[in-house]
């Protein structure tokens, strides 16, 4: 009896672990932003997973799961060679997401998303890539904001046309052109050349200013000189005529011939040596006559 019961006992705790084990085998929980694809016996399951807790679910299901975020693929030193025959190596980057209902298929067809990125979008997008390269005449276009905007352009509509269903391009990001080393070379020099016309330019247009100040200043001295040799004429003139005027009034003026033959009377008489003879005594104005006994004028 105590045999029976011990047996028992062990088939119902047997029982139950098995019932706890398959109970959390019928419980699967997806991460958020991720799908779940189950395999069974090696054949995918058509119906996927979203993100959640899922039960009841097949116990013996194997689960893989694709994060259908959104991601960025970085894709650097990628070779392009343009129409003029030279090669730049471009770095790039592809915004990303793997589509949901898409999971299933991939799994059958590609595998996980790691085998997307690698057999859908980086070869497709190297080689695009390489391609897009022709539609350009010059590698320096390339630095050019239009050359690139349509490039990027371009690239994400046709790598989206390449992924179908897999996964949805939302945006190509050219990061960073390093061209050709000689061509590099020849670009640093014609912006040295360039910079040093415009410091000449800048230098020429100093000089022609400062010329400009300078005739500027020598036309504005000589009409300030001219000014007054006017000015001093005019006032030469005004004083010229002043004296005219005054000398011809004078003239007619007895009082006035009186007052210079008494001024030079004045002076002559300062003078010990100076002989003076008047004409006529009697006269009211007698004129001086000097040293005329020297010159015998009188014996005459």
């Known amino acids: 009896m105590k045999t029976k019961q011990i047996v028992l006992l062990c088939g119902a705790g047997v029982l139950a672990l098995a019932l706890i084990i398959g109970g959390c085998s019928a419980v699967k929980t997806v991460p958020a932003g991720h799908v779940g694809v189950a395999t069974l016996f090696g054949n995918v399951v058509e119906t996927s997973y979203p993100d959640g807790l899922h039960f009841p679910v097949n116990p013996f299901y194997d689960w893989s799961e694709y994060d259908v975020r959104e991601k960025s693929l970085s894709v650097i030193k990628v070779p392009m060679p343009t129409e003029?025959?030279?090669?730049?190596?471009?770095?790039?980057?592809?915004?990303?997401?793997?589509?949901?209902?898409?999971?299933?298929?991939?799994?059958?067809?590609?595998g996980l998303?790691?085998?997307?990125v690698n057999v859908k979008i980086e070869p497709n997008i190297r080689s695009l890539l390489r391609s897009e390269g022709k539609a350009v005449s010059k590698c320096e276009e390339l630095f050019n904001d239009s050359v690139q905007q349509v490039m990027q352009a371009n690239l994400a509509t046709k790598l989206q046309a390449k992924l179908g269903s897999y996964a949805t391009v939302?945006?190509?990001?050219?990061r960073n052109?390093?061209?050709?080393?000689?061509?590099?070379?020849?670009i640093r020099k014609k912006k040295v050349r360039?910079?040093?016309?415009?410091?000449?330019?800048?230098?020429?247009?100093?000089?022609?200013?400062?010329?400009?100040?300078?005739?500027?200043?020598?036309?504005?001295?000589?009409?300030?000189?001219?000014e007054q040799a006017t000015k001093q004429r005019t006032l030469a003139d005004a004083e010229a005529y002043e004296i005219e005027k005054?000398?011809?009034a004078l003239a007619n003026s007895p009082a006035y011939i009186q007052l210079?033959?008494?001024?030079?009377?004045?002076?002559?008489?300062?003078?010990p040596a100076t002989k003076i003879y008047f004409l006529n005594?009697?006269?009211?104005?007698?004129?001086?006559?000097?040293?005329?006994?020297?010159?015998?004028?009188i014996t005459k």
């Open 84 to 110: 003029d025959q030279q090669t730049s190596f471009i770095d790039i980057s592809v915004q990303y997401r793997i589509n949901a209902d898409a999971c299933t298929d991939a799994k059958s067809n590609i």
């Open 246 to 248: 005054i000398n011809l």
């Open 177 to 186: 052109i390093e061209l050709p080393k000689h061509i590099l070379d020849a």
């Open 260 to 271: 210079r033959a008494l001024e030079t009377l004045g002076r002559m008489a300062e003078d």
């Open 194 to 226: 360039e910079q040093q016309a415009e410091e000449q330019k800048a230098e020429l247009a100093r000089f022609k200013t400062e010329q400009e100040q300078k005739v500027a200043e020598a036309a504005a001295e000589r009409a300030a000189a001219e």
């Open 281 to 297: 005594g009697d006269s009211p104005s007698p004129l001086p006559l000097m040293h005329l006994g020297e010159t015998g004028a």
């Open 113 to 116: 998303v790691d085998s997307i």
């Open 170 to 174: 939302t945006a190509v990001l050219i």
